[in-house]
């Protein structure tokens, strides 16, 4: 099962989301989950230390898929991360690679905010990649606020989300409800804005200090991978 989380908008806790998803698939199953970063920062969610190599340097090379079983870092026994490495990340192994994941029981992946296809992006081939990633996906997983604008550049993305998951915060005038006709896709999970999600991220301390109220907000998601 491939499930790939993003985003429309800076700030939304994609990355956050998808590393609580990994945890709690993890624990619940016992199976192993894969993680896998697009976007450079789950290292430093879970207080590892920066990998010098991962998918750039492998998109770079002629190896086979299964050689990137030797760059991923252990963070819990049954969670592994394959780090972004450093450099740009090519889309012309795209398919080489999501064949590769699809092979793997649960495999979870971060790809960062997608931007809309009449914008200008600097990501270049980076962009290119990681809407790949969320348009081949067995889950392809909207992360959101209940915000106007993020649901606007939602409805204008060429990538569909097969369901979403909403970052509630108080104050907003949207619903969940308003959310679900405007994106065309179920909410799997509302996750409360959480200090101690925070905490935990900003000590580097997510995978020993794993937020139980989020775990239940997250477990339709977690159930069904």
Same mark, same amino acid.
């Given at each position: 099962?491939?499930?790939?989380?993003?985003?429309?908008?800076?700030?939304? !806790?994609?990355?956050?989301? $998808?590393? =609580? $998803?990994?945890?709690?698939?993890?624990?619940?199953?016992?199976?192993?989950?894969?993680?896998? %970063?697009?976007? #450079?920062?789950?290292?430093?969610?879970?207080?590892?230390?920066?990998?010098?190599?991962?998918?750039?340097?492998?998109? +770079?090379?002629?190896?086979?898929?299964?050689?990137?079983?030797?760059?991923? =870092?252990?963070?819990?026994?049954?969670?592994?991360?394959?780090?972004?490495?450093?450099?740009?990340?090519?889309?012309?192994?795209?398919?080489?690679?999501?064949?590769?994941?699809?092979? #793997?029981?649960?495999?979870?992946?971060? *790809?960062?905010?997608?931007? @809309?296809?009449?914008?200008?992006? *600097?990501? !270049?081939?980076?962009?290119?990649?990681?809407?790949?990633?969320?348009?081949?996906?067995?889950?392809?997983?909207?992360?959101?606020?209940?915000?106007?604008?993020?649901?606007? +550049?939602?409805?204008?993305?060429?990538?569909?989300?097969?369901?979403?998951?909403?970052?509630?915060?108080? !104050?907003?005038?949207?619903? +969940?409800? %308003?959310?679900?006709?405007? @994106?065309?896709?179920?909410?799997?999970?509302?996750? *409360?804005?959480?200090?101690? @999600?925070?905490?935990?991220? %900003?000590?580097?301390?997510? +995978?020993?200090?794993?937020?139980?109220?989020?775990?239940?907000?997250? *477990?339709? =998601?977690?159930?069904? @991978?």
């Amino acid at each position: 099962m491939l499930v790939t989380c993003w985003s429309t908008k800076g700030g939304s !806790g994609t990355t956050v989301m $998808a590393a =609580l $998803a990994g945890l709690y698939a993890a624990q619940d199953r016992d199976r192993p989950v894969l993680l896998v %970063d697009l976007c #450079g920062d789950l290292p430093a969610v879970f207080g590892s230390t920066e990998p010098s190599s991962g998918l750039h340097e492998w998109l +770079r090379s002629d190896l086979a898929p299964c050689s990137l079983e030797r760059v991923l =870092l252990e963070l819990t026994p049954n969670l592994s991360l394959l780090p972004r490495g450093r450099g740009p990340l090519r889309p012309d192994r795209t398919g080489e690679l999501v064949e590769w994941l699809a092979a #793997g029981e649960v495999v979870v992946v971060d *790809a960062g905010v997608l931007n @809309i296809e009449n914008q200008p992006s *600097a990501c !270049g081939s980076n962009e290119e990649f990681r809407q790949r990633l969320a348009a081949e996906a067995d889950r392809s997983v909207l992360v959101t606020r209940a915000c106007y604008l993020a649901l606007r +550049r939602a409805v204008s993305l060429s990538v569909r989300p097969s369901g979403v998951v909403l970052v509630a915060e108080a !104050g907003r005038a949207l619903t +969940r409800s %308003d959310c679900e006709r405007a @994106i065309g896709a179920p909410v799997l999970a509302t996750v *409360a804005v959480d200090p101690d @999600i925070a905490r935990a991220v %900003d000590a580097g301390m997510l +995978r020993t200090r794993v937020p139980k109220g989020a775990g239940r907000a997250l *477990a339709r =998601l977690t159930e069904e @991978i």
